[in-house]
């Protein structure tokens, strides 16, 4: 059953994650600190302005992106989400990735911590056509077999 914090920062997070758009990006962007620091497989960035540009490039390069969040739980200045990330590859094909981000909420409230956890080898690069076929062989080869 999905847990839902009663933390007004996080569901602040959760509901700007869930209607993020191009045109809501201002809202979500206004929720970390200037500095803020936000790390995930592929970007490692800080400041507002970068963490707005992760979110222009994926606005760029895939199509009717969008968040689901499933759990959001919290305990003093941590929070944690397990989300689902839905979007459509060129060629409309319809994929899944999901995830986990910790997220540490500064004295004022705002974000000044953003870490995304995801597999991109099983959520991403296991379901491309070629080199999916080599990650199954590789998964496949380094895969614990019983007795």
Same mark, same amino acid.
């Given at each position: 059953?999905?847990?839902?914090?009663?933390?007004? !920062?996080?569901?602040?997070?959760?509901?700007?994650?869930?209607?993020? %758009?191009?045109?809501?990006?201002?809202?979500?962007? $206004?929720?970390y600190?200037?500095? =803020? *620091?936000?790390?995930?497989p592929?970007?490692?960035?800080?400041? %507002?302005a970068?963490?707005?540009?992760?979110?222009e490039?994926?606005?760029?390069?895939?199509?009717a992106?969008?968040?689901?969040?499933?759990q959001?739980?919290?305990? @003093?200045?941590?929070?944690?989400? #397990?989300?689902?990330?839905?979007?459509? !590859?060129?060629g @409309?094909? &319809?994929?899944?990735? *999901? @995830? =986990?981000t910790?997220?540490h909420?500064? $004295?004022?409230?705002?974000?000044?911590l953003?870490?995304?956890?995801?597999d991109? =080898?099983e959520?991403?690069?296991?379901?491309?056509?070629?080199?999916?076929?080599?990650? *199954?062989?590789? &998964?496949k080869?380094? #895969?614990? *077999?019983?007795?």
């Open positions: 059953m999905p847990t839902f914090s009663s933390d007004p !920062r996080l569901a602040a997070v959760v509901l700007a994650y869930e209607a993020l %758009r191009p045109e809501t990006m201002p809202a979500l962007l $206004a929720l600190s200037p500095l =803020a *620091r936000f790390k995930d592929f970007n490692e960035v800080q400041g %507002r970068a963490i707005g540009c992760v979110f490039h994926m606005f760029a390069t895939v199509k992106p969008r968040f689901i969040v499933n959001a739980v919290s305990e @003093g200045d941590t929070g944690f989400l #397990t989300w689902e990330f839905l979007f459509a !590859r060129e @409309g094909a &319809q994929m899944c990735i *999901r @995830g =986990a910790h997220l909420f500064a $004295a004022d409230g705002s974000i000044d953003h870490r995304d956890y995801w991109a =080898a959520e991403l690069y296991a379901k491309l056509p070629l080199l999916g076929v080599l990650m *199954r062989a590789l &998964q080869k380094l #895969t614990a *077999r019983p007795r």
